[in-house]
């Protein structure tokens, strides 16, 4: 069973980069068909996918956060990695990492496997 497990800081300074690590067990990042995505919830406001790296190590990020995000992985520990540069107030979201072989990459839907979410606060 693929299991996810985001870790991260929970609180960010303002214009600070927010680095969180996706942990992926039972299932390895590298499959064949397979993506794995950042995905976020602010306040108020529903789920909204980030960006997505491939099983062969392609990314795709959301066009409105392509300037501050970069998506990367490190396939011996099976982990993939967001980075959000310039974080702002309006950055403070619950951050989830999902996988899967879904029908469209860039959705909240589809994905099969969602980590637990973690609480990232960006504040002074």
Known sequence: QVQLRESGPGLVKP??????????SGGSITTNYY???W?????????EWMGAIAYSGTTY??????????ISRDTSKNQFTLQLSSVTPEDTAVYYCAGGS???????????????????????
């Open 15 to 24: 214009s600070q980069t927010l680095n969180l690590t996706c942990t992926v």
């Open 35 to 37: 993506y794995w995505s």
């Open 39 to 47: 995905i976020r919830q602010t306040p108020g406001k529903g789920l």
């Open 61 to 70: 990020i959301e066009p409105s956060l392509k300037s501050r995000t970069s």
């Open 102 to 124: 879904p029908a469209e990459i860039a959705t909240t839907e589809y994905y099969d496997y969602w980590g637990q979410g973690t609480q990232v606060t960006v504040s002074s």
